[in-house]
């Protein structure tokens, strides 16, 4: 997909498909007024007799014929200001380039919308980034292309900017705009692409693979792969458990962002990112239930989010060195599956009990988590596809957050909110740990039915020596099994965008 920068005029443009937003209850804006004035009153008229209404996702498609360049005018509700969860220029690109997909329309363009409140260079990268999703497909399986009378691929996305708006966005600053843009929506590309391999594919080695592969040619990025035999001499006990059902080998994948150093600077702030990469969960000897298995070849979307961030790292360059590790196994069940009873000692030295080998993402987490702590990070995040609870409790759009620094989680929280991507924050009530107190070992893996995503990250805390330490649970907004509005079915690639805001908000410190 190509962008082009554009200041013709609104109604001149010749394109198959011009986009232009409309939000609930305010006035059209100039690019609205233009359009409609050339079509002759025909696009207002087409509105009040089709009863149109520009609630979010709504969107209505007239044909032109001739009376301006473009082949077809389509409008793009965007509903009303206070129900906004997204940055809404890049919903209005998602949507408009999905449209054009199934309109068949290649080339197109986005009137830059009075909406939306962000300095041009910013609105420039959110309309890149959204056009970019947009166009996400996952076909990479299919032996056919589904570029085919139904859709085509949208090859250029010209963005129509009013005169002051242009001015303030010159062709560098546009260029600018364009790699974040391409490097932010690469990264979201990259979880989604990895949350939709299914397991046979992508399993911990190929993951290790994959890491490998986004370092390449970036001397900011490292990869260091431990393999069983590593892990064994380093004692990482709880991985190794849950890996030993499975004929496939496990790996903790480490990958280092360095950014460039000047010699007098100040010491840069570490940050480990810590990613679930479960590639397949059956629940080990604790079996799930069919339905419950179905989609579990998602249990490393926490690893897949921490690799689409480190892979656009190089492009954003922010402030901050980043570990990434990535617990990567699978959970299997066969004659050397962990049992539930046993008692097994990871990196930090804690004994924990088994007693539920589907709690298998702490588990490995614990052994990541602790290995962070030796890298000396200043700082633990982690994402993982943790608990079914959390999603009963939050519902399937919003991550919960957890942290042992009300100042971390907050600066999350804004990242998140800045990001678009919902997320709220659960307590980590310390009075719920005693329901996890073993008798024979020093902790057991699950406790009571009540606050199970709580428990989840009352675990992880044991792990990470007091260290600023946030725990993301994104079982539910990992995975969409159906296609939502600007969401297409499948992985949604959640947090990477966080996350990159995050660590980018450190540099602006
Ligand atoms: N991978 C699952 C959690 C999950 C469930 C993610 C549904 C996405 C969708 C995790 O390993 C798991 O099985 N958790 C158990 C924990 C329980 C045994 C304490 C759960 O949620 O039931
Ligand atoms: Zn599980
Ligand atoms: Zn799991």
Not at 115 to 143: D, I, N, T
Not at 161 to 186: M, W
Not at 351 to 377: H, M, P, Q
Request: charged share 25%; glycine share 10%; aromatic share 4%.
């Amino acid at each position: 997909m190509e962008f082009v920068r554009s200041s013709e005029d609104f109604a001149t443009t010749a394109v198959d498909l011009l986009a232009l937003a409309l939000v609930e209850g305010e006035t059209e804006d100039e690019a609205f007024r233009a359009v409609d004035g050339a079509l002759e009153g025909a696009l207002s008229r087409t509105i009040s007799e089709e009863g149109y209404k520009p609630r979010e996702g709504a969107t209505l498609l007239i044909h032109t014929h001739g009376r301006i360049p473009a082949a077809r005018v389509l409008v793009v509700g965007l509903g009303k200001p206070s129900a906004w969860t997204e940055p809404p220029l890049r919903v209005f690109a998602t949507l408009a380039v999905q449209t054009a997909r199934s309109r068949r329309s290649r080339q197109i363009a986005l009137a830059w919308p009075a909406a939306g409140e962000l300095a041009p260079p910013e609105g420039a990268e959110e309309l890149m980034v959204g056009a970019l999703l947009g166009a996400y497909r996952f076909e990479r399986l299919k032996s056919r292309a589904e570029d085919d009378e139904r859709s085509a691929s949208v090859d250029a996305v010209t963005l129509l900017l009013p005169k002051e708006v242009a001015r303030k966005l010159p062709a560098a600053t546009f260029v600018t705009a364009e790699t974040r843009g391409r490097a932010r929506a690469a990264g979201v590309t990259l979880a989604r692409d990895l949350v939709n391999e299914p397991a046979n594919v992508l399993t911990p080695r190929a993951l290790a693979e994959r890491a490998q592969a986004v370092a390449e040619g970036h001397p900011e990025l490292t990869v260091e792969v431990l393999d069983r035999a590593a892990l064994v001499s380093e004692g990482m006990g709880l991985l190794l458990a849950v890996a030993q059902g499975s004929a496939e080998p496990p790996a903790l994948v480490h990958l280092t962002y360095t950014p460039p150093v000047e010699a007098d600077a100040a010491p840069l702030p570490v940050v480990a990112l810590v990613g679930k990469g479960v590639t397949f969960d059956s629940g080990g000897l604790d079996i799930k239930t069919r339905e419950g298995m179905e989609t579990m070849k998602t249990d490393m979307a926490g690893a897949a989010a921490v690799l689409g961030v480190m892979s656009a790292l190089p492009v954003l360059r922010p402030r901050v060195v980043v570990h990434a590790l990535l617990p990567a196994t699978e959970n299997m069940t066969g004659p050397s599956a962990y049992r539930p009873g046993d008692v097994i000692r990871g990196l930090a030295g804690k004994s924990v009990e088994i007693l539920n080998t589907d709690a298998e993402g702490r588990l490995v987490l614990a052994d990541a988590l602790a290995y962070a702590v030796r890298l000396g990070a200043d700082e633990l995040i982690d994402l993982a596809t943790l608990t079914g609870a959390c999603s009963v409790a939050l519902g399937k759009y919003t991550a919960g957050l957890f942290t042992n620094r009300p100042a971390l989680g907050q600066a999350i929280l804004a990242a998140a909110g800045e990001a678009g991507e919902s997320m709220w924050e659960l307590p980590l009530d310390a009075r719920l740990k005693k329901e996890m107190r073993s008798s024979v070992a020093d902790l057991k893996n699950v406790g009571g039915r009540h606050g199970g995503a709580i428990q989840g990250a009352l675990f992880l805390e044991e792990f990470v020596e007091k260290r600023p330490f946030v725990h993301l649970d994104i079982a539910g907004p990992a995975y969409f099994p159906r296609a939502e509005g600007t969401r297409p079915q499948g992985g949604s690639g959640y947090g990477v965008l966080t996350l990159l805001r995050y660590l980018e908000s450190r540099t602006a410190e």
